[in-house]
């Protein structure tokens, strides 16, 4: 039987993600805000949420099976860039879950677990301009800057519809990290790992069934195969 779930729409909160955190659980509940005042990304960064601006949107579910508990954010972002894609068809996935348009960052996904809830929270750039993200550290993007009008209502009803999907997939370890390579292009490529204190580049071969980045080191000792988790380091495509 098909998933139902519940968006509740609210002015502003600090941040969706930790709102679901203070509510009584409920399984499928999403929350959208239309202002964050300390949005959040991965590693602790600032997301930029200003009113009207983006779709800031978080969702909970109950913990999924922890054998598949370190695809869930892989899972997630399949779901979202299969959305992104009826609007953009050049989107695709940077490992392990943002999604980007010409080298440029357009959405940001956040995947909590906490003892009694996973959190997944999605952060999509809708109108802002070229110009009001051409401070970021990272080059970033919009629909709008990209040429696409939406209603962020319809958008946030067919993220969550998705998600959803994808959760479903995932408890019953039917999610395989081959859907998350056909929409990554960085298998075959040259990135660099950044953790804090050295960058090296490595190629990237794969991604395993843990969700790990499976790169190859070119040291000065020989080639050496590596795991590399999102916790640890961010990774940029050359």
Same mark, same amino acid.
């Not at 239309?34 to 959040?40: E, L, M, V």
């Given at each position: 039987?098909?998933?139902?779930?519940?968006?509740?729409?609210? +002015?502003?909160? +600090?941040?969706?993600?930790?709102?679901?955190?203070?509510?009584p659980f409920e399984e499928a509940l999403f929350v959208v805000a +239309?202002?964050?005042?300390?949005?959040?990304g991965r590693r602790g960064k600032n997301w930029i949420s200003e009113k009207g601006k983006g779709l800031y949107l978080s969702g909970m579910f109950s913990l999924p099976p922890l054998s598949y508990r370190s695809l869930a954010s892989l899972s997630f972002a399949v779901a979202t860039v299969s959305v992104v894609k009826k609007y953009i068809s050049r989107a695709y996935l940077k490992w392990p879950n943002d999604v980007y348009v010409d080298g440029r960052k357009l959405c940001g996904i956040l995947v909590e677990v906490l003892k009694d809830r996973l959190i997944v929270g999605v952060g999509v750039n809708v109108s802002y301009s070229r110009d009001e993200l051409s401070h970021l550290e990272v080059p970033a993007t919009s629909l709008l800057a990209e040429g696409v009008s939406v209603d962020r209502k319809v958008l946030a009803e067919e993220l969550a519809e998705r998600i959803v999907l994808y959760k479903e997939k995932l408890y019953v370890g039917r999610f395989d990290v081959s859907e998350f390579e056909q929409f990554c292009p960085?298998?075959?490529?040259?990135?660099?790992?950044?953790?804090?204190?050295k960058s090296p580049l490595a190629r990237v071969l794969g991604i395993d069934r843990e969700g790990a980045l499976i790169v190859e080191f070119d040291d000065e000792g020989g080639r050496r195969v590596g795991r590399i988790f999102s916790a640890d380091v961010s990774v940029r495509i050359l």
């Open positions: 039987m098909k998933e139902t779930f519940r968006i509740l729409f609210v +002015d502003e909160v +600090d941040s969706t993600n930790e709102y679901l955190k203070r509510v +239309d202002r964050q005042t300390k949005g959040k960085m298998v075959g490529k040259t990135v660099k790992i950044i953790d804090g204190k």
